[in-house]
């Protein structure tokens, strides 16, 4: 039976456990107060809204608890319980750090994420923006740099690829973050085909 969850400890936590990690690893919340476990589900709760598409709580049947997957327990700790930076800067350097694991684990080069250039008239639904809003930070960013991030092209105004990364690193972060979050599930899905666990651990219920 203890082998047993110590193989689950391995890759799902409780929320339980989770509590006793971060008490003897010194996390504590933004008020440095220990974390209680309705802090905990409140942070559970933002880690499930803000990133459905990870898959990081998972409910094992038979005991009718939810657990936490490894990966999910370090974005709580490096993301929502941080001090130290802003929570979307840290929510992007965490993907960040998680690609370039998987990518090294895989075997895999880093993949460019930004190749393609836009048509100015998409831009509005690429990054949920008003269009004057974007006009503004392509405007900002050409002065920052002294560059040309538009041109034109039968009659259609563009943005470069470097510009539209720019524009993500720099002035739309939400954008990036999904992004990020969408290539870095795409290297999860090749993980788990390679026959690692990742939340299909609990197909055995």
Not at 15 to 41: A, S, W
Not at 65 to 71: S, V
Not at 110 to 125: A, H
Request: net charge positive.
């Amino acid at each position: 039976m203890r082998d047993s969850e110590n193989e689950l400890d391995k890759i799902f936590l409780s929320y339980n456990k989770i509590l006793q990690k971060f008490k003897v690893q010194g996390i504590k919340t933004k008020n440095n107060k220990e974390i209680t476990h309705k802090d905990l589900r409140q942070a559970i709760d933002v880690m499930i809204k803000k990133h459905p598409t990870c898959r990081w709580r998972s409910n094992k049947i038979k005991s009718r608890k939810f657990y936490i997957l490894d990966e999910g327990y370090y974005w709580l700790a490096k993301v929502f319980f941080q001090n130290e930076k802003k929570l979307i800067e840290a929510d992007i350097d965490f993907f960040k750090n998680r690609i370039t694991m998987y990518e090294e684990f895989l075997k895999l080069q880093p993949k460019e994420l930004f190749i393609n250039d836009i048509p100015y008239s998409q831009l509005g639904i690429y990054f949920n923006r008003k269009k004057d809003t974007i006009r503004k930070a392509i405007e900002k960013l050409e002065k920052k740099y002294s560059i040309k991030l538009r041109y034109k092209k039968n009659n259609e105004v563009y943005v470069y690829s470097k510009g539209i990364e720019l524009l993500c690193k720099e002035c739309f972060k939400q954008k990036y973050l999904e992004i990020l979050e969408e290539y870095k599930m795409e290297l999860t899905e090749k993980y788990i085909a390679e026959g690692y666990p990742y939340d299909n651990f609990f197909h055995k219920n």
